[in-house]
């Protein structure tokens, strides 16, 4: 017989309001809210704290930092794996698309080394039933690389892959528009003398022509033929908002103007930023920050990106700013990224759906995580 769980004395935020009350939890699923306090004896006193629905987070590259700690040192795949969950439920993430590289930019990297080693250890872990979050494939297709269509075509079959986005690191555009920045990012990251930089711009550039717009579209064509969500990235321009709407992509990750940022939103396609650059300001790469997006209504859903703790955080930022309620923000980073990848059974809190919820208190503004439920179980 299944036990009931009561959460109560809690400040619950639905998709529309914030209430003060109770939530019951039965077989992994909500299925009471009440506004008002539990005299049952088991209630557990969520002492006036929030209780949010866990988060969803379509694109952090969070992984790979664990399988390459520093430049040169390869970590065991499976304790990667099992750090990166770690850290993703810690920050109150219960459904988390792993965004891993196919292709990469220098021979320096360990991207491509990485990739199946990364896939098939979190398939360990959750094949063993070590992961406390549930474990999505998000395939970021580097196009510029020469070998990135036969990569993808590897991993196309496999089960958890349930986005692609498709990325133009080549200098001179989208998030490299600034040459100046490319050079910066690109010298630091690897390490490259001036000359050295000089021949990757030039290598770069020769492959973007040779292989980007074929493998964008061949990707793009095998995604629509399984009605896999696909996202752009880095969109710089309307001609590249168009271009993303007509490949038929959801998401525009990561617009780096307001101009394609605007363009995709009247496309139709929902509009990502990062989480850390609405909290620090600005993007790291000099481009247009997710607050002007914000204010202008352009703004869907965030993403940590490189900094999973950053994700509740931006949402209560966002939900300081004019136009925002905190059940609206805290959308941003559950219901609606839920919803644009087909996740109709999640990301918000309403009898029925899932119970992957979070309890957090705010110090200063600031969300102190304090538990987290992932289909009624408690994971952190």
């Keep these: 017989m299944s036990r009931e769980i009561i959460l109560t004395n809690a400040r619950i935020v639905t998709a529309e309001e914030t209430m003060k009350g109770s939530l019951a939890i039965r077989d992994g699923r909500i299925v009471d809210l009440d506004a008002s306090p539990s005299a049952l004896p088991l209630a557990q006193d969520m002492e006036g704290d929030y209780l949010l629905p866990g988060l969803v987070e379509l694109h952090t590259d969070n992984l790979e930092k664990y399988m390459a700690p520093r430049p040169g040192v390869d970590w065991p795949p499976l304790s990667a794996a ?138 793009a064509a095998r995604c629509l033929s399984r009605r896999l969500p696909l996202a752009s990235h880095d969109d710089a321009t309307a001609a590249h908002a168009e271009e993303s709407a007509a490949l038929g992509m959801a998401i525009a990750e990561f617009p780096t103007t307001l101009e394609a940022a605007r363009a995709s939103h009247r496309k139709g396609l929902k509009v990502m930023m990062g989480a850390p650059n609405l909290i620090r300001g600005l993007s790291h790469s000099g481009n247009v920050s997710a607050s002007v997006l914000a204010g202008e209504g352009v703004l869907d859903m965030l993403s940590s990106d490189y900094y999973p703790a950053s994700l509740l955080h931006a949402a209560v930022k966002l939900a300081e700013m004019p136009g925002y309620s905190l059940p609206r923000a805290i959308n941003a980073v559950s219901r609606t ?21 979070i309890q957090a208190r705010m110090h200063r503004e600031h969300p102190v995580i304090r538990q987290v439920w992932q289909r009624g179980a408690r994971v952190f």
Aim: with cysteine; glycine share 6%; proline share 4%.
């Design 82 to 219: 099992l750090t990166h969950d770690a850290q993703i439920v810690a920050s109150g993430i219960t459904t988390v698309f792993d965004a891993i590289s196919v292709g990469e930019i220098h021979v320096r990297s360990q991207r491509l080394a990485n990739l199946l080693p990364m896939v098939e250890a979190v398939d360990k872990a959750e094949a063993h039933g070590f992961m406390r979050a549930e474990h999505r494939l998000h395939l970021r297709c580097e196009v510029v690389h020469p070998e990135t269509l036969a990569l993808f075509e590897r991993l196309f079959e496999h089960p958890r892959l349930s986005l692609v986005s498709i990325m133009d690191h080549s200098p001179g555009q989208r998030q490299f528009a600034s040459l100046d920045k490319y050079r910066l990012y690109y010298m630091g990251k690897y390490g490259l003398s001036e000359t050295e930089m000089d021949e990757l711009t030039v290598v770069q550039r020769q492959k973007a022509e040779l292989h980007s717009a074929r493998q964008r579209k061949a990707i």
């Design 337 to 357: 990224p839920a919803q644009t990848v087909g996740l109709a059974d999640r990301g918000e809190i309403r009898p029925g759906l899932r119970a992957d919820l």
